[in-house]
């Protein structure tokens, strides 16, 4: 179990460099996918403060939604993030997936977050 958490701590470190060396200041649109619900929020880095959230969890996503872990739930969430970024006035985002593959929930998400305006 051990080699498996390290393995996934080593993936997520590789994409997080390589997300700050092409960041250029942007704030960074993290993920979190658990297997019953999707976490996204918006991270700015250098000042070490979450701007904007959403997830599948929160009271009205719940009530409109079968479930919080599949394609429809992701998607709803990233329209939700990037509804949240536009009234906070993020344009332009860089998409840190974590160490998840950018497949099912979370390419749905970073789909969703498209739709509703964000760039990245």
Known sequence: MAKDNQATDRRKARVRRSIRARAYGKPRLSVFRSSKQIYAQIIDDEKGTTLVAA????????????????????????????????????????????????????????????EGGLDF
């Open 55 to 114: 997830s599948s969890i929160e009271k009205t996503q719940r009530e409109s939604l079968k479930t919080g872990a599949d394609v429809n739930a992701a998607k709803t969430v990233g329209k939700l993030i990037a509804e949240r970024a536009a009234a906070a006035g993020i344009k332009t985002v860089v998409f840190d997936r974590g160490a998840y593959m950018y497949h099912g929930r979370v390419k749905a998400l970073a789909e969703g977050a498209r």
